[in-house]
C-alpha cells in the first residue's frame, strides 16, 4: 500500500513568504506528527495530531509556525514570514495510533519537504 | 527532559567488518522504548531495530544487534558483515509516556569497499 507522502518535494521562497507543506498519512493511521531537521542535525519535534484530541503543539518554536488536520486525514503545516533559519527538512509521520508507556506504535515517516529560505 | 546523545560525528568500516556506533540518552522514566534510524541520502527513515526498556534481551534483526545497558542509559548499535548500502546516517532516538520521538544528532557511517 502506499506510504506516506508530502508535497512539495522541495520548496525555494524568500524572506517573509508563507509556505505551506503537505503530508498526506497512511489511510486509517489516527496519529500524525511533524519535524524538522535541520542540516547535519537530528529531528526535532513540532506538533502531533490524534484523532480528534487537541493537538500537542509543544514544539512549535514560534507562533509562525501553524499546522492543521481535517479529521484523520491530510495535514498542512504552515509558516508565516519565513526566516532564513526556517530553512530545514520538513518531515511528517503517521501511525496507526499514538502509543503509551506499555505500548508503541511505529511511526512510518515521509520523504520530507526540503525548504530553503533565501 | 529527555535527551539523547550521539558523540561521534562520522565512522567508517570496512565492507564485511563489523562496527559499533555509540548512544547515551537520559531519562527519569522507567519505561520507554529505544531506537535506531537510518535514513539514506533519500531522506526516508528507515526503522533499523527497537528496543523496550523492560525487555532484558538485546534486541536483534539480521545483521543488526544491539547494547542495552539500562544502568548505564547506553544504547549501542552494532552492525555486522557491513555492507555497501549500509552507508547512511544513523540516529538514535527515544520515546516515552508522550509518544514523541527525541533523536540524537546522528552519525555518517561510510562503508569502504
Known amino acids: 500500500g502506499a506510504g506516506v507522502s508530502q508535497s512539495p518535494s522541495n520548496k525555494v521562497t524568500e524572506k517573509g513568504k508563507d509556505v505551506e507543506l503537505r503530508c498526506d498519512p497512511i489511510?486509517?493511521?489516527?496519529?500524525l506528527y511533524w519535524y524538522r531537521q535541520r542540516l547535519g542535525q537530528g529531528l526535532e519535534f513540532l506538533i502531533y495530531?490524534?484523532?480528534?484530541?487537541?493537538?500537542?503543539k509543544s514544539g512549535l518554536p514560534s507562533d509562525r509556525f501553524s499546522a492543521e488536520r481535517t479529521g484523520e486525514s491530510v495535514s498542512t503545516l504552515t509558516i508565516q514570514r519565513t526566516q532564513q533559519e526556517d530553512s530545514a527538512v520538513y518531515l511528517c509521520?503517521?501511525?496507526?495510533?499514538?502509543?503509551?508507556?506499555?505500548?508503541?506504535?511505529?511511526?512510518?515517516f515521509g520523504p520530507g519537504t526540503r525548504l530553503t529560505v533565501l | 527532559a529527555q535527551t539523547v546523545t550521539q558523540s561521534q560525528p562520522e565512522m567508517s568500516v570496512q565492507e564485511a567488518e563489523t562496527v559499533t556506533l555509540s548512544c547515551t540518552y537520559d531519562t527519569s522514566e522507567s519505561d520507554y522504548y529505544l531506537f535506531w534510524y537510518k535514513q539514506p541520502p533519500s531522506r526516508q527513515m528507515i526503522l533499523v531495530i527497537r528496543?523496550?526498556?523492560?525487555?532484558?534481551q538485546n534486541a536483534t534483526e539480521n545483521r543488526f544487534s544491539v547494547n542495552f545497558q539500562k544502568a548505564a542509559k547506553s544504547f549501542s548499535l552494532k552492525i555486522s558483515d557491513s555492507q555497501l548500502g549500509d552507508a547512511a546516517m544513523y540516529f538514535c532516538a527515544y520515546t516515552g509516556a508522550n509518544s514523541k520521538l527525541t533523536f540524537g544528532k546522528g552519525i555518517t557511517l561510510s562503508v569502504r569497499p
Open positions: 509521520a503517521s501511525s496507526p495510533k499514538v502509543g503509551s508507556a506499555y505500548s508503541y506504535n511505529e511511526q512510518f
Open positions: 489511510s486509517g493511521h489516527t496519529a
Open positions: 495530531f490524534q484523532g480528534n484530541s487537541a493537538p500537542d
Open positions: 528496543q523496550e526498556a523492560y525487555k532484558q
